[in-house]
């Protein structure tokens, strides 16, 4: 888990105000809003929302800076206990910011408010604001509601708490996202339907609800005519997408993925996540098809052994995972995959960690995440006997992060020679004749060019291994730009 502070542009952010444009310029006291957000991509694409819909409601500007803010957001995750502690002891601090300033106003959203809404209220009465994940748009109106509330005594105050999953869907009501850089975020779907035994999301989240396809394509256009080349689609569960079509039909993933690379402008597609069992042939011909599909491809799979998988209701086997890669990889050799690994599930054996550890040196990813199995209240798997000792499963998670770091570390190294497309970001902080982009396998790569080339592709030839995420390279090719 991540937990960090979000401020889109760096510092820049409050300075230039270049993020979110006070609309009320009759206030001169510019008001200001600290985010943190934990977790997942879904969580740092939604900060960015609330941060556009406050702005645009009321005028707020981000600040990376607590101490000054009048609104703290809290942009919680619930997906492994640690991370669920973390957010009562970090409102104990900001709970003294507001024993400093009675004004500031507190807000909890994400995944552990719309889990522990209630409980929040109890253990952190000081919050003023609780919202979940498809309640978000709904901040402007709660923040009305608190500032007309403010004045009345304490009996008489409205709870402020909606973590409901309405059928209308948040999108409709989210402004048009504000563009920094060359990539962009898109989710394109919210929620989850697998229900794998040990996951809190299908429960936080809600069901999987597609976004309707013009949608999509629309604010994708939009991203591209202001500069995007690089689209990210989002979801917990990507290759589940359904949109519905203008004419009332179903967009499927693998059909969307063909018509998001018809757009001008999107030069390259990455998405995440998606799940094994629907990684379907027609998602794989799109490799082949689709030169803006990347060589790099996050598909957890969770675990190697086939009890285990059964256990987790993942609903395939390790055969599965395997054949889909091999398809994959012959269509293309370089792809780079990466994957999740959840250690230490109830009842996982040294026999089944024996095969995961196998299994992960055979499918050669590049670098994977991993996590000791964490227990979810209400999830199916918090039922089942759990006897492997903590210690045992701190040992098997450091022996397969050791294991995935190594096979990285072979990724990077192979790319000497190699040649490598690269978006170029942006010039070197310390150098103008330096540029910096980043490789299909997200390694960012450095070179001698032009700054007028920045928001461009460009083919490098790797000449030196710097770090393990970091390369220096030459010039062969500079694609015309792709708009
Ligand atoms: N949609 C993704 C998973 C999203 S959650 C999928 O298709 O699998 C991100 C990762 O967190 C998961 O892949 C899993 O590895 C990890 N995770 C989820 N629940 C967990 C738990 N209870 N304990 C430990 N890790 C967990
Ligand atoms: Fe969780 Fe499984 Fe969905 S890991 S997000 S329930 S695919």
Not at 31 to 48: A, P, R, V
Not at 258 to 274: D, K, N
Not at 456 to 479: C, D, P, Q, S
């Amino acid at each position: 888990m991540t937990v960090q502070t979000f401020i889109p542009n760096g510092a820049k952010a409050a300075s230039e105000n270049t993020v979110t444009q006070p609309t009320h310029t009759t206030d001169v006291s510019i008001k200001k809003l600290y985010i943190e957000t934990q977790g997942c991509q879904m969580n740092e694409y939604d900060s960015h929302r609330m941060a556009d819909l406050l702005g645009d409601s009321h005028g707020y500007i981000l600040t990376s800076n607590p101490n000054e803010a009048d609104i703290l957001l809290m942009n919680t995750c619930s997906i492994r206990e640690k991370a669920q502690e973390k957010v009562f002891s970090e409102l104990g601090r900001w709970r003294k910011l507001k024993d400093k300033n009675p004004d500031l106003v507190i807000g909890v959203g994400g995944c552990v408010a719309s889990q522990e809404g209630d409980n929040i209220q109890k253990r952190a009465p000081y919050v003023d604001m609780i919202f979940g994940p498809q309640t978000l748009h709904r901040l402007p109106q709660m923040l009305d509601q608190h500032n007309a509330q403010v004045e009345k005594p304490k009996k008489d105050k409205i709870k402020l708490i909606d973590i409901s999953f309405p059928d209308i869907e948040k999108f409709d009501f989210l402004p048009e996202p504000r563009v920094e850089g060359f990539k962009a975020f898109v989710s394109i779907m919210e929620g989850c339907s697998k229900y794998c035994s040990f996951c809190v999301v299908p429960y936080t989240r809600g069901e999987e609800v597609s976004r309707p396809l013009d949608d999509v394509l629309a604010e994708i256009a939009g991203l591209a005519e202001k500069g995007v080349r690089e689209i990210s689609l989002l979801g917990q569960n990507v290759n589940g997408y359904r949109g519905e079509t203008f004419e009332g039909g179903i967009c499927t993933f693998p059909e969307l993925l063909r018509l998001v690379a018809e757009i001008p402008g999107i030069g390259r597609l990455r998405y995440t996540t998606s799940h094994p069992l629907e990684f379907s042939d027609e998602l794989i011909q799109c490799y082949e098809d689709l030169p803006q599909m990347v060589s790099h491809l996050h598909l957890p799979v969770q675990s190697g052994s086939n009890d285990v998988l059964q256990a987790m209701k993942r609903n395939h086997t390790i055969d599965v995972y395997i054949d889909k890669i091999a398809k994959l990889r012959k269509i293309r050799p370089d792809m780079h995959l990466s994957s999740d690994f959840i250690i230490g599930f109830p009842g996982e054996t040294d026999e089944n960690f024996a095969e995961t550890l196998q299994f992960i040196k055979d499918l050669d990813f590049d670098h994977s995440y991993s996590f000791v199995y964490s227990k979810r209240p209400g999830t199916p798997a918090s039922d089942l006997p759990d006897t492997t000792p903590e210690q045992v499963k701190k040992e098997r998670l450091a022996q397969v992060q050791k294991v995935i770091k190594q096979s990285s570390i072979e990724k990077t190294d192979a790319m000497l020679g190699k040649i490598e497309r690269v978006l170029i970001e942006k010039v070197s902080d310390q150098d103008p004749n330096i540029l910096i982009g980043t490789a299909d396998n997200t390694r960012l790569v450095t070179f001698v060019g032009d700054a007028t080339w920045v928001g461009r592709f460009a083919e490098i030839e790797i000449t030196e291994i710097k770090t393990l995420n970091f390369v220096y390279g030459e010039l062969l090719n500079l694609e015309p730009d792709v708009a």
